[in-house]
């Protein structure tokens, strides 16, 4: 399988977002510079993008939407159902669970696991939260391709290596740490929210240099 | 001032965050290679993106770790506070509202806002939700530096240029669209969780087509 840029994938789901648009307001055929102008990347962009799996547009007639849009899922493998647990069922845990649109993409969240007691045989929209003890069996007993991992950073190696030994293929971690993992062939993905919120306010600052010193129109 | 890349930016809140951890161990001094060795970067990345800054190593001696931390964090823009009001108070609002990290580089979480009648002066962790006809008067009478937006779609662009009337010079966006704004110098930092979901499942199908073609080691 050609090795694609990960830069390529980060952008795959957004033109997937916006051709589900294109879709819900009835679009049924767009060209590359129509596409480019809505999502502001240069056409040529989204050509040499798509082209890295084979393109999909016929010169001149721009590409069928819904088409586009399928193979595109079927790239990013939302033609797959993937179950999802959560483990660490505090705030984020459970705004994760409450969160329906995961479903919508194939994503399913069959459980959570955390070890507050007080938090034991409930359910979040319900999904049920079982204690950390539970985790073992729950593992063996049901297929789990994804786990999210809610915790706070210092539990994140211990358990996300555990997670790893249970067989779970791949780990989403909100956690403030990158996991070393003793699996090289476990997937992960990050949600930095801190690192997010410091670019953010790089970008204020920034922002607020340049005018002062005149660069903006305001 | 010169510009330097998002992609750079991006790579800073994660430096910041090693070097962190390295002043809690007891760290004072460390080689661009032995970070590079942590970081799982290569050294002469390390190099060219501290350059973009100035640089802040002497040849041979290797970073002062405290130093760099602290020129990071003031890069960022941390050696300043921002407030933060969150508008949407439903779980992932509520989730942000009670993460305390934030605090800790400067990020003050102010007020919660939100539609839900229910909500009316409840807290969360001390944080005030008020009603979203409270808003303008809130915005006149506090500075806001960052508006968190975690609303559902449909009416992600309406409200945030809302944000943008009222002059709040930045948001962070958690609603699944990209935001259309009328002010092109509002700073907008996107958390697409979906986006992260679907690039997570494309390096799972992935892998797992590569193990199946015996590319992979298990």
């Known amino acids: 399988m050609k090795e694609i840029s990960q830069a ?25 510079s129509d596409l480019s102008a809505r999502m502001n990347v240069t056409a040529s962009q989204i050509r040499q ?4 799996f084979g393109g999909f547009g016929q010169q001149g007639y721009g590409y069928n939407v819904k ?29 994760l669970a409450n969160y329906i649109e995961f479903e919508k993409f194939g994503f399913l969240i069959t459980a959570l696991f955390d070890i507050n007691p007080d938090l034991k045989q409930q359910r979040v929209r319900g999904i049920p939260v079982y204690m950390s003890e539970e985790l073992d069996a729950f593992a063996q007993k049901n297929r789990v391709d994804i786990a999210a991992l809610t915790i706070p950073k210092s539990k994140a190696d211990t ?3 555990h997670l790893v030994d249970l067989g779970i293929p791949a780990i989403w971690n909100f956690a403030n740490v990158d996991l070393e993992l003793s699996d090289k062939n476990v ?15 790089y970008n204020i600052v920034k922002n607020k240099k340049e005018m002062q010193t005149g660069r903006s129109n305001v």
């Open 159 to 161: 358990i996300a290596n």
């Open 49 to 52: 993008d798509l082209n890295n």
């Open 187 to 201: 997937m992960v993905e990050n949600v930095h929210l801190s690192d997010s919120l410091m670019q953010l306010s």
């Open 8 to 32: 390529v994938i980060r952008r795959m789901p957004r033109y997937y977002r916006y051709l589900g648009e294109l879709i819900d307001s009835g679009v049924e055929r767009i060209s590359s």
């Open 67 to 95: 088409n586009l849009f399928e193979e595109i899922g079927k790239i990013l493998g939302l033609n797959e159902k993937h179950n999802i647990i959560i483990v660490g069922a505090g705030n984020l845990g459970q705004a």
